[in-house]
T-cell receptor, first 113, second 115 residues
Framework: AQSVAQPEDQVNVAEGNPLTVKCTYSVSGNPYLFWYVQYPNRGLQFLLKYITGDNLVKGSYGFEAEFNKSQTSFHLKKPSALVSDSALYFCAVRDLGGFKTIFGAGTRLFVKA | AAGVIQSPRHLIKEKRETATLKCYPIPRHDTVYWYQQGPGQDPQFLISFYEKMQSDKGSIPDRFSAQQFSDYHSELNMSSLELGDSALYFC??????????????FGPGTRLLVL
């Protein structure tokens, strides 16, 4: 069965510092992974996705994510955090041969000025 | 713990027919979001409601409409169905009363097939 875990409910980072939001997954086949961001009172917005190819995927707003097959992880990263990055971040996974997308529980990111 | 309920779980319709999808949020949740995920595509945000009023709008076609009722359940109405409407429709609910940034809890989805 597919599953995705975001082990941290909340991540606190100072502005200008690098940030990492963690995600691990479990699928029976090849994974299709992505990250979404939710700003207050808004629907989810797509950030980036991984299907195949380079393990480092670049997305919107300067975010990137690193796919690690051996660790079954897909951590979201940004070299220098901005206060405006403060939001809820959702990791999601789908088996490439499947249909349904499974979302993680979300991680709150707080970036302090 | 109660989760988001969506009905029906599966629905088969023909072109030009109408369909109504229902979403029952977690008790005491005041906000509902609708997402569409087509085959091989990423989930796309359609529309959201807070306290029975539309709060945000995404890529929802004009043929679709939605509303949130007094008991906070929501219905997505789809008319003049097209083959391309075949997708998995997710509903999510959250509570803004708790303050801060709310977490969305997703339902299992309704799989719509248009023939």
């Amino acid at each position: 069965a597919q599953s995705v875990a975001q082990p941290e409910d909340q991540v606190n980072v100072a502005e200008g510092n690098p940030l990492t939001v963690k995600c691990t997954y479990s699928v029976s086949g090849n994974p299709y992974l992505f990250w979404y961001v939710q700003y207050p009172n808004r629907g989810l917005q797509f950030l980036l996705k991984y299907i195949t190819g380079d393990n480092l995927v670049k997305g919107s707003y300067g975010f990137e994510a690193e796919f690690n097959k051996s660790q079954t992880s897909f951590h979201l990263k940004k070299p220098s955090a901005l206060v405006s990055d403060s939001a809820l971040y959702f990791c999601a996974v789908r088996d490439l041969g499947g249909f349904k997308t499974i979302f993680g529980a979300g991680t709150r990111l707080f970036v302090k000025a | 713990a109660a989760g988001v309920i969506q009905s029906p779980r599966h629905l088969i319709k023909e072109k030009r027919e109408t369909a109504t999808l229902k979403c029952y949020p977690i008790p005491r949740h005041d906000t509902v979001y609708w997402y569409q995920q087509g085959p091989g595509q990423d989930p796309q945000f359609l529309i959201s409601f807070y306290e029975k009023m539309q709060s945000d709008k995404g890529s929802i076609p004009d043929r679709f409409s939605a509303q949130q009722f007094s008991d906070y359940h929501s219905e997505l109405n789809m008319s003049s169905l097209e083959l391309g409407d075949s997708a998995l429709y997710f509903c999510a609910s959250s509570s803004r009363l708790a303050g801060g940034q709310e977490t969305q809890y997703f339902g299992p989805g309704t799989r719509l097939l248009v023939l």
